[in-house]
């Protein structure tokens, strides 16, 4: 049974920084595109970034230059380092395991999701 598990998420102030983790198990995903979404309430889901199979790396225009995506393929794990933390970032956090290689940003590609973790700036 593939699980994948999001943790790191809580409360921090605008600039602060958050370290969120995926660890995934069931199978090897070190070939697999690892992405992020995230969704703040009232609003739809949207694509963070995104970590291909050969570890190429994909940011949506709000994240980029704050945030990075990197993955340890020895502990099938895959990490967002979220720096420069905005209000505009509060939001649930989803990992997403897609089986092809190749990123995409749309949610509708993405064959296995965690549960979420919350991430709450404040003012």
């Known amino acids: 049974q593939v699980q994948l598990v999001e943790s790191g998420g809580g409360l921090v102030q605008a600039g602060g920084s958050l370290r969120l983790s995926c660890a995934a198990s069931?199978?090897?995903?070190?070939?697999?595109?690892m992405g992020w979404f995230r969704q703040a309430p009232g609003k739809e889901r949207e694509f963070v970034g995104a970590i291909s199979g050969s570890s190429s790396t994909y940011y949506a225009d709000s994240v980029k230059g704050r945030f990075t995506i990197a993955r340890d393929n020895a502990k099938n794990t895959v990490y967002l380092q979220m720096n420069s933390l905005k209000p505009d970032d509060t939001a649930v956090y989803y990992c997403?395991?897609?089986?092809?290689?190749?990123?995409?940003?749309?949610?509708?590609?993405?064959?296995?999701w965690g549960q979420g973790t919350q991430v709450t700036v404040s003012s």
């Open positions: 997403a395991a897609r089986e092809r290689s190749y990123y995409s940003s749309s949610e509708y590609n993405y064959d296995y």
């Open positions: 069931g199978r090897t995903f070190s070939r697999a595109t």
